[in-house]
């Protein structure tokens, strides 16, 4: 892997802003105007949250590494910003992905235990010849223009949690958003170790007493303040008051190590609003449903074959 996030094709190719995402996936849905009337989807966080799970359930047949499932998602989600979904058959998309992730991640799978894996999971959208597979692969590495090295927030996690102090149950916490944030369009839209400082925040502040996630939102939103007004105009650390050497709780040590960062709070506070959005709109989704809506155009388009 390229040690360089700000040099990778990542950040140069696949980093886009909310508007020029927007942009793109409505071009896509013009182009196919009457596909996308005729087979109308679920939300498109819903419909993640689907494909992370029949990714995942091919994960754990085949005991995958989580970061390769990671890098499966978001494979999925670059191709899904240059192709219109209703045009492919998902599952085949899924399981391609899932094998070229393997690859990439250095934990390879056979191409014909993949299939097979994948026809006993989807029976009815699988079929066995694994020369599908092989055209699809080409068909991934094509549309996301052979850039297939993703930079993951897990690393950053893992420098900052004995900087931070952080407990176990935080760090598990954090894992837990960041696994959750691959379900968002936030990987094609900040860097991973900003992602990775938000999930940080939300595990510190996200405590079983509080009622509901708007509260934890809050929360996120005050450190993240704190923080941009310890700074001066000029960017720099101001300290207000004498110096002490009176231990910081856990709060004030991230106010702190937040405002001596670079990091843009702005991001921050945007990728916890996207994350708790996720949350929310996770209480409609009901798996039925999307394997229904998908299954209407890839069996009436005979994408199946």
């Known amino acids: 892997m390229a040690a360089n996030y700000w040099a990778s094709t990542q950040r140069l190719h696949w980093q886009f802003t909310k508007d020029q995402l927007s942009d793109t996936r409505e071009r896509l849905e013009d182009e196919d105007r009457g596909l996308v009337q005729q087979y109308p989807l679920p939300d498109r966080r819903l419909l993640s949250i689907y494909f992370n799970q029949q990714i995942g359930k091919l994960g754990r047949r085949m005991s995958t590494r989580q970061q390769a499932l990671a890098t499966a998602q978001i494979y999925v989600r670059r191709f899904y910003s240059k192709v ?7 599952y085949l998309v899924m399981a391609t992905a899932f094998y070229l992730a393997c690859k990439m991640e250095e934990c390879p799978q056979h191409i ?3 299939v097979g894996e994948a026809r006993n999971i989807w029976p009815e959208f699988i079929v066995s010849d694994t020369s599908k597979l092989g055209e699809c692969e080409f068909f991934l590495i094509s549309e996301m223009n052979s850039q297939l090295i993703v930079h993951h927030p ?14 176990q149950d935080e760090i598990t916490l954090a894992w837990s958003v960041l696994n959750d944030h691959y379900l968002t369009d936030l990987p094609l839209l900040y860097p991973p170790h900003v992602i990775a400082v938000t999930a940080i925040l939300l595990a510190v502040v996200l405590k079983p007493s509080q009622a509901s996630l708007h509260a934890a939102a809050a929360s996120v939103a005050a450190v993240a ?4 007004t310890v700074k001066d105009s000029s960017g720099n650390v101001v300290h207000s008051g004498p110096q002490t050497n009176a231990p910081q709780n856990k709060a004030q040590k991230l106010v702190t190590w937040l405002a001596e960062s670079e990091i843009n709070i702005e991001d921050m506070t945007n990728c916890t609003q996207e994350i708790i959005s996720l949350y929310e709109v996770w209480e409609q989704y009901h798996e039925k449903t999307c394997k229904e809506q998908i299954a209407r155009f890839v069996k009436a388009r005979g994408l199946d074959k």
């Open 112 to 114: 014909r235990v993949v």
């Open 154 to 167: 897990y690393r950053t996690l893992v420098e900052l949690q004995g900087r931070l102090s952080m407990s």
């Open 225 to 228: 303040s704190a923080a941009q």
């Open 84 to 90: 219109e979904i209703r045009r492919t058959n998902p």
